[in-house]
Protein backbone atom coordinates (compact mmCIF):
# COMPACT_ATOMS: atom_id res chain seq x y z
CA UNK A 1 0.00 0.00 0.00
CA UNK A 2 2.87 2.57 0.63
CA UNK A 3 4.16 1.28 -2.58
CA UNK A 4 1.37 2.60 -4.63
CA UNK A 5 0.99 5.65 -2.49
CA UNK A 6 4.47 6.37 -3.63
CA UNK A 7 4.05 5.75 -6.93
CA UNK A 8 0.58 8.13 -7.24
CA UNK A 9 2.54 11.34 -5.56
CA UNK A 10 5.25 10.65 -8.01
CA UNK A 11 2.84 10.68 -10.93
CA UNK A 12 0.70 13.72 -9.20
CA UNK A 13 4.03 15.82 -8.18
CA UNK A 14 4.78 15.36 -12.34
CA UNK A 15 1.88 16.79 -13.58
CA UNK A 16 1.24 19.66 -10.97
CA UNK A 17 4.28 19.84 -8.84
CA UNK A 18 2.44 22.54 -6.28
CA UNK A 19 -0.92 20.51 -5.42
CA UNK A 20 -1.65 16.97 -4.77
CA UNK A 21 -5.22 16.09 -4.98
CA UNK A 22 -7.70 15.31 -2.63
CA UNK A 23 -8.35 11.61 -2.95
CA UNK A 24 -4.36 11.46 -2.40
CA UNK A 25 -4.73 12.73 1.00
CA UNK A 26 -7.55 11.24 2.21
CA UNK A 27 -5.70 7.50 1.25
CA UNK A 28 -2.97 8.81 3.38
CA UNK A 29 -5.35 9.28 6.59
CA UNK A 30 -6.86 6.17 5.77
CA UNK A 31 -3.55 4.69 5.69
CA UNK A 32 -2.59 6.74 9.15
CA UNK A 33 -6.03 5.35 10.71
CA UNK A 34 -5.25 1.55 10.03
CA UNK A 35 -1.94 2.26 11.01
CA UNK A 36 -3.21 3.10 14.11
CA UNK A 37 -5.73 0.78 14.94
CA UNK A 38 -2.94 -1.59 14.42
CA UNK A 39 -0.50 -0.60 16.96
CA UNK A 40 -3.54 -0.54 19.71
CA UNK A 41 -4.81 -3.75 18.52
CA UNK A 42 -1.57 -5.38 18.75
CA UNK A 43 -0.90 -2.94 22.27
CA UNK A 44 -4.19 -4.99 23.74
CA UNK A 45 -2.93 -8.29 22.86
CA UNK A 46 0.45 -7.34 24.65
CA UNK A 47 -1.22 -5.97 27.76
CA UNK A 48 -5.03 -7.30 28.29
CA UNK A 49 -4.82 -11.01 26.89
CA UNK A 50 -1.36 -10.93 28.27
CA UNK A 51 -0.21 -12.48 25.07
CA UNK A 52 3.77 -11.83 25.57
CA UNK A 53 6.61 -12.91 22.82
CA UNK A 54 8.44 -14.24 25.15
CA UNK A 55 6.15 -17.35 26.47
CA UNK A 56 5.17 -17.78 23.55
CA UNK A 57 8.69 -18.51 21.52
CA UNK A 58 9.49 -20.81 24.66
CA UNK A 59 6.62 -22.49 24.24
CA UNK A 60 7.35 -23.20 20.65
CA UNK A 61 10.74 -24.37 21.25
CA UNK A 62 9.49 -26.52 23.66
CA UNK A 63 7.25 -27.99 20.93
CA UNK A 64 3.87 -26.85 22.95
CA UNK A 65 2.77 -24.80 20.17
Same mark, same amino acid.
Do not use: I, M
Given at each position: MLAVLSGWR? /??RG?? %?R?? %?LSYLAAGG /?? /?VLV? /??VS???ALVWIY???TVPVVE???AGLV
Open positions: Y /VARD %PRL %P /VL /VT /VQLGNGLHATR
